[in-house]
Nanobody, 123 residues
Framework: VQLQACGGGLVQPGGSLRLSCAAS????????IGWFRQAPGKEREGVSC????????YYADSVKGRFTISRGNAKNTVYLQMNSLKPEDTAVYYC?????????????????WGQGTQVTVSS
């Protein structure tokens, strides 16, 4: 059972990146998938989540209107499209799979985690 996050990199403010979360050993469709990020010296925070049941999506206020989470046509992949990136978006981004209850942004609600991918927004 493994999750792998990729797609990070260095981008200028206002730029875009698309992160991918791919699973092996289990089917992502059966889990809610959350994207989290952790900046140096800060706690891991929830960025976005897509449910397993009806595809509902959730976003942190700081990324609403700029980030979009989606499930790929390849069933075992979830994407996070990040537009209008800001320096404060700089962090290591992680994807998690789980069955969160009412609060999708709780780290402990997720059972499986990828290794993280670095996103740096800087001119």
């Amino acid at each position: 059972v493994q999750l792998q996050a990729c797609g990070g990199g260095l981008v200028q403010p206002g730029g875009s990146l698309r992160l991918s979360c791919a699973a092996s050993g289990f089917t992502l469709d059966y889990y809610a998938i959350g994207w989290f990020r952790q900046a140096p010296g800060k706690e891991r925070e929830g960025v976005s989540c897509i449910s397993s049941s009806d595809g509902s999506t959730y976003y942190a206020d700081s990324v609403k209107g700029r980030f979009t989470i989606s499930r790929g046509n390849a069933k075992n992949t979830v994407y996070l499209q990040m537009n209008s990136l800001k320096p404060e978006d700089t962090a290591v981004y992680y994807c998690g799979a789980g069955r969160p209850g009412n609060n999708w942004s709780r780290v402990y609600e997720y059972d499986y985690w990828g290794q993280g991918t670095q996103v740096t927004v800087s001119s």
